[in-house]
C-alpha cells in the first residue's frame, strides 16, 4: 500500500470512529433527555413525548387551527402508532381534541390544544425553561445557536435515509 493509500484508509477510520463515537453520545443524550425530561414536567402528569405533542400544537402558526396527524408525524418525525397511542393519552386527559375540518369530504381532522391543554401547556413552560436552562449550563447562545444548526444538519441526512411513510 503506498502512502496516498495508507492515509486514506487511517483517515477513514478515524473518520468512522469520530462517527461512532458521535452516534454512542446521541443515543446517550437522548435516553438522558427522556428520563430527565419526563422528570421535569412529571409534576403535570405528562411525558416526553407529551411535551413534544403539546410544545407543537402550542406554537402561534398552529394553537387556533392546530395540525393534521400527518403535519404532526412531519414535523416531530415520529411514527403514526407511536403520535396515535400519544394523542389517545392527551385526548383523555382533556388536553387534546381532534376537530373535523370543514373540507370535502370532512374526513379531514386537525388536533388542538383544547382550554385545559393551554393553560397546562402555559403551567408547564416554568418547569420547561429551568430544564433548558440546566441542561444548557456552560453553553453559550451562540454554541446553542451552532449546535442546533448542526443537529438539523444531521437531521436533514437522516431524513434522506428514511423511506416515506405511508398514509
Given at each position: 500500500?503506498?502512502?496516498?493509500s495508507?492515509?486514506?484508509?487511517?483517515?477513514?477510520?478515524a473518520?468512522?470512529?469520530?462517527?461512532?463515537?458521535?452516534?454512542?453520545?446521541?443515543?446517550?443524550?437522548?435516553?438522558?433527555?427522556?428520563?430527565?425530561?419526563?422528570?421535569a414536567?412529571?409534576?403535570?402528569?405528562?411525558?416526553?413525548?407529551?411535551?413534544?405533542?403539546l410544545?407543537?400544537?402550542?406554537?402561534?402558526?398552529?394553537?387556533?387551527?392546530?395540525m393534521?396527524?400527518?403535519?404532526?408525524?412531519?414535523?416531530?418525525?415520529?411514527s403514526?402508532?407511536?403520535?396515535?397511542?400519544?394523542?389517545?393519552?392527551?385526548?383523555q386527559?382533556?388536553?387534546?381534541?381532534?376537530?373535523?375540518?370543514?373540507?370535502?369530504?370532512?374526513?379531514?381532522?386537525?388536533?388542538?390544544l383544547?382550554?385545559?391543554?393551554?393553560?397546562?401547556?402555559?403551567?408547564?413552560?416554568?418547569?420547561?425553561?429551568?430544564?433548558?436552562?440546566?441542561?444548557?449550563?456552560?453553553?453559550?447562545?451562540?454554541?446553542?445557536?451552532?449546535?442546533?444548526?448542526?443537529?438539523?444538519?444531521?437531521?436533514?441526512?437522516?431524513?434522506?435515509?428514511?423511506?416515506?411513510?405511508?398514509?
Amino acid at each position: 500500500m503506498d502512502q496516498a493509500s495508507a492515509s486514506a484508509a487511517a483517515e477513514e477510520q478515524a473518520r468512522f470512529d469520530v462517527a461512532n463515537r458521535l452516534f454512542l453520545r446521541l443515543y446517550q443524550a437522548s435516553n438522558l433527555m427522556h428520563k430527565t425530561g419526563t422528570k421535569a414536567v412529571g409534576d403535570f402528569g405528562a411525558t416526553t413525548q407529551q411535551w413534544a405533542v403539546l410544545g407543537a400544537l402550542s406554537r402561534p402558526s398552529v394553537r387556533d387551527r392546530g395540525m393534521t396527524v400527518k403535519q404532526l408525524i412531519g414535523f416531530l418525525m415520529v411514527s403514526r402508532q407511536n403520535l396515535t397511542a400519544v394523542l389517545d393519552r392527551l385526548e383523555q386527559a382533556g388536553l387534546v381534541e381532534r376537530v373535523r375540518t370543514a373540507g370535502a369530504d370532512g374526513r379531514l381532522r386537525h388536533v388542538r390544544l383544547t382550554s385545559q391543554g393551554i393553560d397546562i401547556w402555559g403551567a408547564m413552560l416554568g418547569s420547561i425553561r429551568r430544564y433548558y436552562d440546566s441542561a444548557l449550563d456552560g453553553f453559550s447562545t451562540e454554541e446553542c445557536v451552532l449546535l442546533f444548526k448542526l443537529l438539523d444538519r444531521l437531521r436533514d441526512g437522516l431524513s434522506r435515509m428514511q423511506e416515506p411513510e405511508e398514509g
